[in-house]
């Protein structure tokens, strides 16, 4: 098998570390990888067990000589240079926002939509973390009763907003614990004028709030979801950060244009290698973190065309790191078939 040469684009943040960190433990075939992040990360180790990797300012030559780019980086930073490093011939797996939405960019889900890979692109959107949980869970029930509507309320840890906000809630629930006064900048969002205590609150805003009382990461649930299920459902989320560390959950309603029959819907989940369903034990938060599966609770029948059920998976995994890889891998496969 072909080796690649690998870059990884904001290579200090909880999501590309976690890229790092899964890269070696899906055995991806690199004949080496090289980590990028600003300015002032430049020369800063980053370890994963007996590799050693030197962090090296991002610029335009970083690009050179690469297979295979992994931005694990802001909007902003993916507008600069994810035109670059395709003009340098790199396959490219964005994790930012800014392609999403795309007409001519695929927004995939490892297991979910990976046939659109056989037309070959050179650039794939990653979805938000939230998006690629649910429509692991949305894709295989659509499939059986034909969806039309669905109400989803998540419940997100602190570290979508990244490594600095886990950090920053050790250091205010320790502070709140010993009464003691702390500022933090991270709730709900750094763009945020007022800011909130995270520890031992829940905080009803994601991202930025619209002129429409709905916020920004609402809105891409919405977009997101009906691009890749390839078809205009009728979504309504409410988002809500938590003051935990690892997982996302989310608290699922929906609706079905075809009478539901729950055995068949528990079958058809339990043959998805992406998911797990549990009947009994409850997967919660600190189970679920480090493991690459979605994991389905609580399934029930709400009436003749609607179920309801309860999501945990690890964000920074199948919400970013893990199906960033996968669809690398994937696209490895369909380019190999291709030359075959």
Known sequence: MKKYSIAIIGATGAVGQQCLKWLHKFNFP???????????SAGRLIRYQHYIYTVQELKESSFDGKDICFFCTD?????????????????????????????????????VNTHLLANHPQLIANPNCVTSILCSVLKPLDALFSIQKVVVSTYQS?????????????????????????????????????????????????????????????????????????????IFPTC???????????????????????DQAIK???????????KKLLPINTNCVNQLEVFISRIRKID???????????????????????????????????IL
């Open 30 to 40: 690199f004949k080496n990888i090289e980590v990028f992040a600003s300015k002032k």
């Open 158 to 234: 602190v570290s979508g907003i990244g490594y600095q906000a886990m950090q920053d809630l050790k250091r205010q629930t320790r502070s709140f614990l010993d009464d003691l006064s702390y500022s933090s900048p991270y709730f709900p969002s750094l763009k945020s004028k007022i800011k909130y205590q995270m520890a031992f609150n829940c905080i009803p805003q994601v991202g930025s709030l619209l002129d429409s009382n709905h916020t920004t990461e609402e809105e891409k649930i919405i977009e997101e979801t009906q691009k890749i299920l390839e078809k205009k459902i009728k």
């Open 240 to 262: 809500v950060r938590v003051p935990t560390l690892n997982c996302h959950c989310e608290s699922v309603y929906v609706e079905f244009e075809k009478e539901v029959n729950v």
């Open 75 to 111: 909007e902003q930073i993916s507008q600069k240079y994810v035109p670059i490093a395709l003009k340098k011939h790199c396959l490219v797996i964005d994790n930012s926002s800014f392609y999403r939405l795309n007409e001519q960019v695929p927004l995939i889900v490892s297991q």
């Open 304 to 338: 003749h065309h609607a179920l309801s059920f309860y999501l945990v998976s690890d964000n920074l995994l199948k919400g970013a790191a893990s199906n960033a890889i996968e669809i690398a891998l994937s696209a490895i496969k369909e380019n190999e078939n291709a």
């Open 268 to 278: 058809s989940l339990k043959k998805q290698k992406n998911l797990k369903v549990f």
